[in-house]
């Protein structure tokens, strides 16, 4: 077998993994710093908690209008759609004078963060056999994670050199740049569209999905809650409440990614090989522990070990991402993997609001709640999901 296939390199898996390390390098330059950019454009922190709600919603009601994209008009024409909807979402936060602009931004710059998801999704399943689409996914995560151990903190570096507004714009306008290259790369993705024998509306799809993925549906919208009650919140409980600076939390970020990397690819090959479920129940787990352990930081050093635990996150994602693949049917692969993450992002949406009236008590609390909530998704998933029901 060549080198490229061990790996999961197959050619248009190449071309969208080529795309998302692009834009996850540009887009890790400033996002981690959105919360403090809203800060400044004069956003109180129930607003931000409302930014980190907006997106969540948006990122729900993006996925299946993606997926429908995707299996109507083809992988190609879709992705190259949401990039270019993205790039106005990046002018946007550049020019903001104000932080409403920035949500204004926003309703773009989901277009690939959501919109996307679904055709990257079905990208592998359509060029993959199941036995190699866990190492799929995650040459993908890998190559969307690198970015994201540099990134952070070369823009924390940017902005204590220039300034908060500088240093965003600056990395911004690099954003522009990179997605103006993704462009290119993406106008080669060659796969054929499928089409339906019979038009599928979106309650069709819905009961298509088998038991086993509801019930992993279940059990991440409680993951996923336990996650954004504090995701917008961790760089200001870093920089206000613990006193790390700016520089200091994309290092933070670096940490959590390179750990991220280094587990992803003995643990795909085995999940590819023995199964998916203990490689997801201890990527769930780690969401439960990491909000604890952030509020548990009483320093520098305990933030490393929380954030170690952060990239632990990730070790079995790409199984995880495998699973709802391999369960979904192969002729509405798009719109069942969208409207999966419908259900998902529109659940969880209230979540970052919550989490800002609950930092209004104490900026300890969301953590907590959030601990105990993603303990409550670890269960359901262990005592549900059946992975032997995947086709």
């Excluded at 190609?76 to 004078?97: D, K, Q, S």
């Excluded at 504090?230 to 933070?252: M, W």
């Excluded at 009483?298 to 170690?308: G, P, Q, T």
Aim: net charge positive; proline share 6%.
């Amino acid at each position: 077998m060549p080198v490229s296939a061990a790996f999961g390199l197959e050619r248009n898996i190449v071309v969208v993994s080529v795309a998302i390390f692009l834009l996850a390098l540009g887009e890790n330059l400033w996002k981690r710093f959105l919360p403090k950019y809203l800060e400044i454009l004069g956003a109180p922190i129930t607003a931000i908690g409302l930014f980190g709600t907006c997106e969540d919603f948006l990122d729900g009601v993006y996925q299946y209008p993606g997926g429908w994209i995707s299996d109507r008009y083809g992988r190609r024409r879709a992705l190259l759609l949401f990039v270019a909807l993205a790039m106005v979402g990046y002018g946007l936060y550049w020019l903001a004078p104000s932080w409403p602009f920035v949500f204004a931004g926003l309703l773009f710059v989901m277009a690939w963060s959501s919109m996307a998801s679904p055709p990257l999704f079905a990208v592998v399943g359509d060029a993959l056999p199941k036995e190699r689409r866990a190492l799929g996914f995650t040459v993908q995560s890998i190559l969307k994670r690198v970015p994201i151990a540099v990134a952070p903190t070369l823009g924390g570096l940017a902005i204590a050199e220039y300034g908060l507004r500088n240093g965003a714009h600056l990395g911004l306008g690099l954003t522009v740049g990179l997605a103006a290259i993704a462009l290119i790369v993406l106008g080669r993705i060659d796969l054929p569209v499928k089409t339906d024998p019979v038009p599928t509306h979106i309650v069709a799809v819905w009961r298509s999905l088998p038991t086993a993925l509801r019930w992993l549906l279940a059990s991440d919208i409680f993951i996923r809650t336990c996650e954004g009650l504090v995701d917008v919140f961790l760089v200001l409980y870093a920089i206000n409440v613990i006193g790390v600076s700016a520089p200091t939390y994309g290092l933070l970020v670096g940490v959590q990614m390179t750990t991220a990397i280094v587990s992803y690819l003995p643990v795909a090959r085995v999940a590819d090989r023995l199964g998916r479920k203990p490689f997801v129940i201890a990527t769930f787990v780690a969401f439960a522990l990491f909000p604890v352990a952030v509020v548990l930081a009483r320093s520098f050093a305990m933030l490393v070990a929380a954030f170690v635990v952060g990239g632990l996150r990730e070790i079995g994602e790409p199984a995880r991402k495998a699973l709802i693949v391999d369960l979904v049917q192969p002729t509405i692969r798009a719109r069942s993997i969208g409207l999966y993450y419908l259900v998902r992002s529109l659940a969880i949406a209230p979540a970052a609001f919550i989490g800002g009236l609950l930092w209004r008590v104490t900026p300890a609390l969301p953590f907590w709640v959030a601990g105990a909530i993603g303990l409550v998704g670890v269960i359901t998933f262990t005592v549900t999901v059946d992975e032997r029901d995947a086709g």
